[in-house]
């Protein structure tokens, strides 16, 4: 990969690159992200395979996830990770992963929400880099969860962490932290979302300092991991 910009050489225009992503990335949910919170009675540590642990594939979104808490809390990970990709900027992708793993009902307000999103994200710079083959970098990262109610039929998950987005030229790669609450109802046999309310924050502050590379050394170490699992 050759050498990005220098911080010096962008100036503010990259700043306002990444300011304009931030309402583009509530629309698109990217309160995708899932990790790990305290159960308001007891710690709960966040399961989260590197396969996600779903019994099969549709669409590309992991399904088939237990009729438990835990399995409950994984679904809304796979899920989420599914729609931190820059697949789903593909034509007719993110329609086929919303059908996936959304109520009937709520499919078409889920689309609604993320369609404009997707396509300011796939006509900007993302877009426009993952067309030249630049580098891109676009994926959630799990902090935790908090199971808020759970039955058989129904699942309240809050989730918080956050999402990386950006490429090896043109938009450097910054974190945007948030926290969902997702509304999972058990139907047909299968974990689906019935409604997300996602917002930004609460953002820690960085404590450590940017490498020679700044922020676009994050693609260098960022594109090579594999995720792992948390044991439950």
Not at 53 to 61: E, F, I, L, S
């Given at each position: 990969m050759s050498r990005a910009p220098s911080r010096a050489a962008k100036g503010r225009g990259s700043e306002t690159q990444l300011k304009r992503?931030?309402?583009?990335?509530?629309?698109?949910?990217?309160?995708?992200?899932?990790?790990?919170?305290?159960?308001?009675?007891?710690?709960?540590?966040?399961?989260?395979?590197?396969?996600?642990?779903?019994?099969?594939?549709?669409?590309?979104?992991?399904?088939?996830?237990?009729?438990?808490?835990?399995?409950?809390a994984t679904a809304v990970a796979a899920y989420q990770r599914s729609f931190a990709s820059p697949a789903i900027l593909r034509p007719g992708v993110l329609r086929r992963r919303i059908e996936a793993v959304a109520t009937p009902d709520y499919v078409d307000a889920m689309l609604a929400a993320n369609s404009p999103g997707a396509q300011r994200i796939a006509s900007g710079p993302i877009g426009a880099g993952l067309a030249k083959g630049l580098q891109t970098l676009y994926a959630a990262v799990p902090v935790g969860y908090r199971i808020e109610s759970f039955s058989p039929q129904r699942a309240q998950i809050l989730t918080w962490g956050f999402t990386l987005l950006g490429n090896a030229a043109t938009v450097e790669p910054a974190a945007y932290f948030g926290i969902?609450?997702?509304l999972l109802l058990w139907s047909e046999g299968e974990w689906k979302i019935a409604e997300t309310q996602a917002g930004f924050g609460p953002t820690p502050r960085l404590a450590t300092p940017p490498g020679p590379l700044g922020p676009y050394n994050v693609l260098n170490v960022a594109t090579r991991l594999t995720s792992y699992a948390l044991a439950p």
């Open positions: 992503f931030a309402p583009i990335l509530v629309a698109l949910l990217l309160g995708f992200l899932i990790g790990r919170a305290s159960a308001p009675t007891q710690s709960v540590p966040a399961p989260v395979p590197a396969h996600d642990g779903g019994a099969g594939t549709r669409a590309g979104v992991p399904v088939g996830f237990p009729r438990t808490p835990t399995g409950a969902t609450h997702t």
